[in-house]
């Protein structure tokens, strides 16, 4: 069968962004996705939505193409017969397939997908680690495209998310800790990077597409056994921490947001409180997601204190704006 790999953005529809939510069309998602290259143009669309597990939302998402000159164009203005094969249209592109997918998904809707996505390109780095010759057994399209990109894992985005995060600590992080595909063994490279999370700060309960996490099956087996971890290389490069002093964080340290990922997600979490006062629980949440969506390792991983020290000064500079406005309003 003939593959053609195709990258896809995905991005949140602009009919469900408010004012409330101008910090979610910040965010986008970029996947890979191997497909036969004999589906119809028609089909695209749904095909992929197939692939990344949001089928559910075919018929209120909206898909667009990429022309060589880098602008977007919706599939049928782009291409009249929408009969013709994705294998003969990819050629007139220089062979890069390129689709942006808008659907109606929330800013918590991303960071679910996107903690999913980074978990199963750890393993899969972890597999061709461990079983290099995996690959003779693999067509060489798909090969390079799971090697390089590492996200072609429908199945894997089957297993709860804890499962997945256990998974990580103990496979990848034991690589880490023995140093063995390191050529430097002082220097370790982002990939064995791997900040611990523990699971009871995640509410394992929560629902993915419809897919409850806390339901992990009988079929998991020893997978249960793992006990924890994550990195991911590449996708998002997030400045590190400044520490005062020493090897292990404190209070005085100065933390440095990501403003492409972490921020906006911060924001918009924000802004969601209504002015009402976060939870233990959500703080432990957020840090726990940012910590996976930016690769934070210690010493630079971000805790409960420190989201909540965000809250608070974000809280500080609302109150500042808000007396300014007040001041001029006398003036």
């Known amino acids: 069968m003939d593959i053609t790999i195709v990258k896809v953005i995905v991005k949140p529809s602009v009919s469900i962004i408010s004012e409330n939510d101008a910090n979610l069309s910040q965010l986008a998602i970029e ?19 197939e692939k990344i597990g949001l089928q559910d939302l075919v018929n209120q998402s909206h898909a667009f193409i990429q022309h060589s000159n880098l602008e977007y164009y919706p599939l049928n203005s782009f291409i009249p017969d929408m009969n013709v094969d994705i294998g003969s249209i ?16 929330k800013s918590d809707d991303f960071v679910k ?8 390109r750890n393993l899969l780095q972890y597999l061709f680690l461990k079983i290099p010759e995996i690959g003779n057994h693999i067509p060489d399209v798909i090969y390079q495209y799971i090697k390089d990109e590492g996200r072609n894992c429908h199945s894997i985005r089957q297993f709860p998310l804890e499962t997945l995060i256990q998974m990580n600590e103990e496979n990848i992080g034991s ?20 900040p611990r999370m523990y699971s009871n700060s995640f509410d394992c309960k929560t629902r993915y597409h419809g897919v409850m996490f806390s339901e992990m099956g009988n079929s998991l087996g020893n ?33 440095i947001y990501n403003k492409d990922v972490e921020l906006p997600i911060l924001q918009q979490w924000y802004k969601s409180l209504g ?16 910590n996976i969506l930016s690769s934070r390792s210690d ?33």
Not at 113 to 120: A, F, K
Not at 227 to 251: E, I, W
């Open 175 to 194: 690589i880490n800790r023995s140093n063995t595909f390191t050529s430097n063994a002082g220097q370790n490279s982002s990939l064995f990077s791997t």
């Open 90 to 105: 990819s050629p007139l592109l220089k062979n890069k397939l390129t689709v942006k997918l808008l659907v109606p998904l």
């Open 113 to 120: 997908m996107e903690e999913v996505n980074i978990l199963c």
């Open 31 to 49: 996947k890979y996705v191997a497909l036969d290259s004999r589906i119809f143009v028609k089909d695209l669309c749904r095909k992929i939505m």
């Open 275 to 290: 002015g009402s006062p976060p939870t233990n629980s959500d703080l432990q949440n957020h840090a726990f997601a940012l």
């Open 299 to 331: 010493p630079n991983k971000l805790t409960a204190d420190d989201i909540l020290d965000w809250y608070k000064k974000r809280q500080a500079c609302e109150g500042r704006q808000m007396d300014k406005k007040e001041e001029q309003f006398i003036i």
């Open 223 to 255: 997978l249960q056994e793992f006990s924890g971890g994550n990195s991911y290389p590449g996708l998002f490069q997030v400045n590190h921490d400044r520490l005062s002093s020493g090897n292990r964080p404190d209070a005085n340290r100065s933390i």
